[in-house]
């Protein structure tokens, strides 16, 4: 709790004990005038206290919140450029290193390793055979995994055949 806030939460208590020094509890009469002024000026202290931890609450809402949003928007913006330059060395990397070339070093290996077969669908999955076709609402596409079943087995699909693709690794 910040000092404002501890002094602030004391204030109704003082005013309670100093209303009981300023008032006689039996008769309802003043019998204490500086005891009822210092009531008074507890009350003036009590508006501005929670005035200033108002203040407070609204500003951490604006000034806080505004800088943390900053902060984050900077931050992603450095995720974008880090992701993006990761992009374009990965691309370099594929271009240097040939199909079968394995380079190692103290911290990293890079290599090529064949990637599971799939399949490649060559035209609009609209023109493949319905049992070949997967009905996504307003979208037709080609269903690889019927197509590459029906390929395994000896079955000829038009426009598709199956592929055998390379993966660069990075470990």
Request: proline content about 5%.
């Amino acid at each position: 709790m910040t000092g404002l806030a501890w002094r602030a939460a004391q204030i109704p208590e003082q005013i309670e004990q100093a209303f009981a020094e300023a008032i006689d509890s039996e008769t309802g009469e003043i019998i204490n005038d500086t005891a009822l002024a210092k009531v008074e000026a507890l009350a003036a202290q009590k508006v501005v206290a929670a005035s200033d931890l108002a203040l407070f609450v609204k500003e951490c809402d604006t000034i806080a919140i505004a800088h943390l949003d900053s902060v984050i928007g900077e931050l992603q913006k450095k995720r974008q450029r880090i992701a993006h330059a990761q992009e374009v060395a990965y691309a370099v990397l594929e271009k240097i290193v040939q199909p079968g070339e394995k380079i190692d070093s103290d911290f990293v290996s890079v290599s090529w390793r064949k990637s599971p077969p799939s399949v490649k669908v060559e035209g609009p999955a609209d023109l493949l055979p319905p049992e070949f076709q997967r009905v996504i609402p307003a979208t037709v596409e080609a269903d690889k995994k019927k197509i590459k079943a029906a390929l395994q087995a000896g079955q000829e699909v038009p426009g598709c055949k199956i592929v055998q693709g390379m993966t660069l690794q990075v470990r």
